[in-house]
């Protein structure tokens, strides 16, 4: 990696942020920005930067970052673009690291952008700064409570996903995934127009960033597709890195074009040069949240063959069939497996696999039954399939009708199960490395905490189509990994 970029540090560990073009307007970036920043709990010094004001939110405003009396290690720009040159400079003067162009106005909107954003990048190089964007969201990194972005009381917590997208919005909806399985991230950059540092430079950053386990990134198009291809190869020798490509057909080429300036880049060409490379390539924002989420904390498959559990037998016809399409295979047990569930099942069960509970009520025998086939030796996965409430649905109180028998108070009983079974699974799944993937309409919610733990939870899949395509992606990763080792 340059070695210029090792000031990345400053623009995600920063002990001092200046903001040019603070504000109290509440309807521009400059105030709403810099509000996330302050409420989101950065603790480090910060100096807003207003040539007509004296404070902003409270805090000392300053005219420009030349007369501030300190040390700076990010600024954060959102003043228009041909005001943005002019606070480089001092920004430069000052010794600043790192910058954020929040702004946009550069390359995506044609010629003379473009000759503005090249000016841009070659101040910045000659000042021995990095520079993030622009034309972008931000970035956050909740390890340091910092939250220098647009998007308005979302305070993602500290977790073990790395995300670089060049779009805002997608960055947004892919960090929703992982929040809402109850995982959190360990830095995220919206990386716009990527003038200076480009997609490549941040996997090679958080490829040796010890607080990412896993990283996802949204990309629109490369200039330099060798080198980029380069970064990518060495970030998979040591972490998985999940690839989701805009721009596959030509009206998504000319959409990418006119939102960051990006290159076209043909949709297939570039699928296959990922997958040699090692990347995990996804279709959808779901399936890239989803499946980089599903490396976190759990072990890879060391193979292709899987053992499928389920409360109801069309659920494992579902399951069966969508794994092996994806290449997986669904394994005959054998007779010493099927003895031993055998002796936990209804008389009416039908010896197999997929393990069909039959709508069984004994919720205490899933575990013991995972238990088998993970020790079986005879299966690298195991999915667990579960039917319950859909989500977001209440629960009828029927007490006051004198007929029948109110019930909700087992459904509630069954969802704690479910959490108590999901959370002790887990050490089960760490002792005998098998992997496990659960699917369940149950709501399961992530319990309390301070929005800075760095527990992992049980991922829960939202459907069966999302866990085949989770456990797919970990077992091929396995092979690629087990084949350079």
């Known amino acids: 990696m340059d070695t210029r970029l090792n000031n990345l540090d400053y623009a995600f560990n920063p002990r001092s942020i200046a903001f040019v073009g603070a504000t109290e307007t509440l309807r521009k970036w400059g105030f709403l920005i810099l509000n996330n920043l302050i409420t989101g709990g950065y603790e480090g010094e910060i100096y ?7 404070t902003v939110l409270g805090l000392r405003a300053y005219p420009s970052v030349r007369d501030i009396p300190a040390e700076v290690d990010l600024v954060i720009f959102t003043v228009p673009s041909r005001q943005v040159l002019g606070a480089l400079d001092d920004c430069i003067a000052k010794g600043v690291k790192a910058g954020v162009v929040i702004t946009a106005g550069f390359k995506e909107l044609g010629e003379e952008g473009a000759e503005l954003e090249a000016v841009l990048v070659r101040k910045g190089r000659e000042g021995g700064m990095v520079l993030i964007g622009p034309n972008c969201q931000g970035i956050c990194c909740p390890g340091n409570r910092l939250y220098p972005w647009m998007p308005i009381l979302f305070y993602p917590p500290r977790g073990r996903i790395g995300y670089v997208a060049q779009s805002g919005n997608i960055l947004n909806m892919l960090i ?76 998504g ?18 699928e296959a040069a990922c997958r040699q490379a090692g990347a995990i390539v996804t279709y959808s924002i779901e399936e890239a949240g989803l499946t980089a989420a599903s490396f976190v904390g759990r072990p890879l498959p060391r193979g292709r063959r899987v053992g499928i559990i389920t409360g109801g037998g069309g659920l494992g016809v579902i399951a069966a069939d969508f ?16 003895s031993e569930l055998e002796k936990m099942l209804p008389d009416w069960w039908v010896p197999g696999n997929p393990v069909d509970l039959v709508a069984g009520l004994d919720f205490m025998i899933i575990k ?4 088998i086939l993970m020790k079986s030796g005879e299966m690298d996965a195991v999915m667990f399939l579960w ?25 509630k009983m069954m969802d704690q199960l479910f959490r108590d079974f999901s959370v002790g699974i887990d050490e089960l799944v760490h002792e005998l490395q098998v992997p496990l993937y659960v699917a369940t309409s149950i709501r399961i919610e992530p319990p309390d905490d301070d929005g800075q733990t760095d527990r992992v939870q049980p991922l829960i899949f939202p459907s069966v189509e999302s866990a085949c395509r989770a456990m797919h992606a970990m077992a091929e990763y396995y092979e690629y990994r087990s084949a350079r080792d």
């Open 176 to 251: 929703g995934h992982a929040v809402n399985a109850g995982l959190g991230i360990s830095k995220a950059v919206s990386s716009g127009n990527e003038a200076d540092v480009k997609t490549g430079d941040y996997l090679s950053y958080l490829a040796d960033d010890p607080d990412t386990e896993v990283i996802v990134s949204y990309i629109e198009g490369v200039n330099d597709g060798r080198s980029f291809l380069e970064r990518v190869r060495s970030a998979t020798r040591v972490k998985p890195v999940v690839v989701l490509k805009g721009g596959r057909t030509r009206a």
């Open 387 to 411: 039917i319950g409430p859909p989500r977001r649905l209440e629960y009828k109180d029927s007490s006051d009708n004198d007929r029948g028998v109110n019930m909700s108070g087992v459904g």
């Open 323 to 338: 794994c092996t399409e994806m290449g997986l295979e669904v394994v005959d047990l054998s007779p010493r497996t099927l």
């Open 368 to 371: 013991p039954v995972i238990e």
């Open 48 to 54: 807003p930067v207003n040539p007509n004001r004296e």
């Open 253 to 270: 080429v000319s959409a990418a074009r006119s939102h960051t300036g990006a290159m076209a880049v043909s949709g297939r060409l570039f």
